[in-house]
């Protein structure tokens, strides 16, 4: 069988010529001795407006291939790019895909790994600076919940469909970091269609403490807070003079389903970059937390197509944030 070449041209007006006849691309595949999802992923990814056309699609798959990304070898000048923004806690797929969406020569994050492994075993310290240091999985069981009942919870399941489709900017995820020996604790919230996200440090998991915190951070930006999602500690006991104060919804994951907040705790996961889990919080300043936060605000998404949230949630609301104060924000 033809399988590890291109289509040719002939074998696309082939499958045109047929597909106007009404046979089926099972048959096309086996005329042509190809596989079926050849002639499928063909049909699915070269059909125009008016569709399947041999000459478009051929067009199609020309410009599909000068496109592509061309492999380009790690040369000295890259290096001197992509080094510093290994040491800013970038991951290789965050410095390639952000390089390629800016127009510039980038290699792929398996390429930037394969540097950073060379220059460890060169006796080099770049691999310190990745976010996971080949450390093993802990596998977390579900266990019962101890922390007793928030008054007025509403549970996720009440939430509204809008917020897990994502289409409107305003809708928040909150959460907090514990330092050691729970000396000290961050107060996190995540938007979670810009993925921006601020943090705030306070003395003590106190309810009280944590409500301040949250209004805030987040009454500059009450015209884009529609609900808040919170986890289920106790410290999130003041969720409803939360919601009078800035006029948003404000509803519970369910026990130790840590998923249903994912994104925050992704960003609690970055946020811990600089604040191991090792060391207590409690002599944290929120200068220190605020220059952290700059750094991860600046720091390309892949689900924001290697923007930052910084520049989405600008773009979005025409605010710079920049000149927000009170508040660390994360990006």
């Known amino acids: 069988m033809n399988t590890f070449n291109h289509l040719t041209q002939e074998e696309r007006f082939y499958i045109y010529t047929q597909l106007k006849q009404g046979v089926s691309k099972n048959q096309i595949a086996i005329t042509l001795g190809r596989h079926k999802s050849t002639i499928g992923r063909e049909i699915t990814r070269n059909t125009g407006q008016c569709g399947y056309r041999y000459k478009q699609a051929e067009r199609i798959a020309k410009q599909r291939h000068i496109d592509k990304p ?69 596998k977390r069981y579900g266990k019962n919940d101890y922390r007793g009942t928030i008054p007025s919870r509403v549970d996720i399941d009440e939430r509204p469909q809008v917020v897990d489709d994502k289409t409107r900017l305003g809708d928040w995820e909150a959460d907090t970091v514990i330092g050691k020996g729970h000396k000290g604790v961050l107060v996190t919230l995540t938007e979670r269609v810009s993925k921006l996200n601020f943090a705030i440090s306070i003395e003590r998991k106190e309810s ?124």
């Open 70 to 138: 061309k492999n380009i070898k790690m040369t000295a000048e890259l290096q001197q790019i992509i080094t510093p923004l290994i040491k800013e806690k970038w991951s290789p797929d965050c410095i390639s895909g952000r390089l390629k969406q800016q127009g510039k020569d980038s290699v792929s994050h398996e390429t930037i790994y394969r540097y950073i492994l060379a220059n460890k075993a060169a006796g080099g310290d770049l691999y310190t600076y990745l976010r996971h240091q080949a450390k093993p999985y802990r």
């Open 208 to 331: 009280e403490l944590t409500k301040e915190a949250i209004i805030n951070a987040l009454e500059p930006f009450k015209r884009w807070v529609h609900t808040i999602t919170f986890d289920n500690g106790r410290e999130f006991c003041g969720h409803e003079a939360i919601a009078k104060t800035l006029d948003c919804g404000t509803y519970f994951a369910k026990p130790y389903h840590s998923w249903q907040r994912g994104l925050n705790e992704n960003h609690n996961g970055l946020l811990r970059q600089y604040f191991p889990k090792k060391e207590p919080l409690d002599k944290v300043t929120q200068d220190e937390v605020d220059s952290a936060i700059t750094a991860l605000n600046h720091r390309p998404r892949k689900g924001l197509n290697y923007r930052t949230p910084w520049e989405v949630f600008c773009q979005i609301t025409g605010v710079d944030i920049n000149k927000s104060q009170g508040v660390a924000l994360i990006a």
